[in-house]
Nanobody, 123 residues
Framework: QVQLVESGGGLVQAGGSRRLSCAASGRTFSTYAMGWFRQAPGKEREFVATISWNGGTTYYVDSVKGRFTISRDNAKNTVYLQMNSLKPEDTAVYYC?????????????????WGQGTQVIEA
């Protein structure tokens, strides 16, 4: 069983930065791609970013390109989402998820384990 625990959410000033972390249990973290999704109030969950098993390939939704950076530390079983220049529309609950493949994917159906989420609110 894999458990994912997000942290780092909270109130952020307009234009500010925040780094989210997602700690994973289990020995197979380094062999799977990881992703971040978010869900804003009244909206469907949307893809934000994904990173391949070795961190060599990343992909972002257009709305966060140039502002967000996904990274991973396989030695620590942790994936990160650095968020800069935050905007009101970034307010959401952010979820990390483990993909079913080594390579990143934007499709929620291609992720099998999800965290409980951490909320980011732009004050």
């Amino acid at each position: 069983q894999v458990q994912l625990v997000e942290s780092g959410g909270g109130l952020v000033q307009a234009g500010g930065s925040r780094r989210l972390s997602c700690a994973a249990s289990g020995r197979t973290f380094s062999t799977y791609a990881m992703g971040w999704f978010r869900q804003a109030p009244g909206k469907e969950r949307e893809f934000v970013a994904t990173i391949s098993w070795n961190g060599g390939t990343t992909y972002y939704v257009d709305s966060v390109k140039g502002r967000f950076t996904i990274s991973r530390d396989n030695a620590k079983n942790t994936v990160y989402l650095q968020m800069n220049s935050l905007k009101p529309e970034d307010t959401a609950v952010y979820y990390c998820a483990r993909a079913t493949t080594m390579w990143g994917t934007t499709r929620p159906n291609n992720y099998d384990y999800w965290g409980q989420g951490t909320q980011v609110i732009e004050a």
